[in-house]
T-cell receptor
Framework: KAGVTQTPRYLIKTRGQQVTLSCSPI?????VSWYQQTPGQGLQFLFE???????NKGNFPGRFSGRQFSNSRSEMNVSTLELGDSALYLC?????????????FGPGTRLLVL | DQQVKQNSPSLSVQEGRISILNCDYT??????FLWYKKYPAEGPTFLIS?????DKNEDGRFTVFLNKSAKHLSLHIVPSQPGDSAVYFC????????????FGTGTRLKVLA
């Protein structure tokens, strides 16, 4: 089975621009979560989608949004980029929604905001 | 407020010896814990998990111990191998919570040959 894929792998943007990141979960997985990883902060939970509905949301400003499609693929959008948005953005999928479901991560998209 | 803490940012261990990585949590509602390993330029890889109904779970060279009263868990790697060199994250979740996993900040393990 193919793993979680994320595109693009690397991205450079300037302040004020917007960006869209894409995630394709493992086939059959219906839950997709997004995380931001920055040095010293670990993985910060952004949001989770299940069956095209946002089920959980972390403490990030409204500039961060996402959506999930009927094939479980998910996109994350960040508008009005700030320098502090530079980070590794990780997507994880799991079979179903549940607090004891193991999440499988993609390789991440590294975003650099100049 | 960091609900899951990994107080050691780095750890160096000789090959063949035991590696012990520690994780503390503050939320008593957490009842499921996981460890992930992350190599550079890759996403985290699931290693091992433990439910709060257990105090130990073992998988090959990896053992996770959970001390609920101390709100502490640890990952033991025996024997340590150079390929174990990576960043290790612990994560916690609550079955009754509205959030997914809360991750620690990671511990960078270096196994010296």
């Amino acid at each position: 089975k193919a793993g979680v894929t994320q595109t693009p792998r690397y991205l450079i943007k300037t302040r004020g621009q917007q960006v869209t990141l894409s995630c394709s979960p493992i086939s059959g997985h219906r839950s997709v979560s997004w995380y931001q990883q920055t040095p010293g902060q670990g993985l910060q939970f952004l949001f989770e989608y299940f069956s095209e509905t946002q089920r959980n949301k972390g403490n990030f400003p409204g500039r961060f949004s996402g959506r999930q499609f009927s094939n479980s693929r998910s996109e994350m959008n960040v508008s009005t980029l700030e320098l502090g948005d530079s980070a590794l953005y990780l997507c994880a999928s799991s079979l179903v929604q549940g607090a004891q479901e193991t999440q499988y991560f993609g390789p991440g998209t590294r975003l650099l905001v100049l | 407020d960091q609900q899951v803490k990994q107080n050691s940012p780095s750890l160096s261990v000789q090959e063949g010896r035991i590696s012990i990585l520690n994780c503390d949590y503050t939320n008593s509602m957490f009842d499921y814990f996981l460890w992930y390993k992350k190599y550079p330029a890759e996403g985290p890889t699931f290693l091992i998990s433990i439910s709060s109904i257990k105090d130990k779970n073992e998988d090959g060279r990896f053992t996770v111990f959970l001390n609920k009263s101390a709100k502490h868990l640890s990952l033991h790697i025996v024997p340590s191998q150079p390929g174990d060199s990576a960043v290790y994250f612990c994560a916690a979740s609550a079955t009754s919570g509205t959030y997914k996993y809360i991750f620690g900040t990671g511990t960078r393990l270096k196994v010296l040959a």
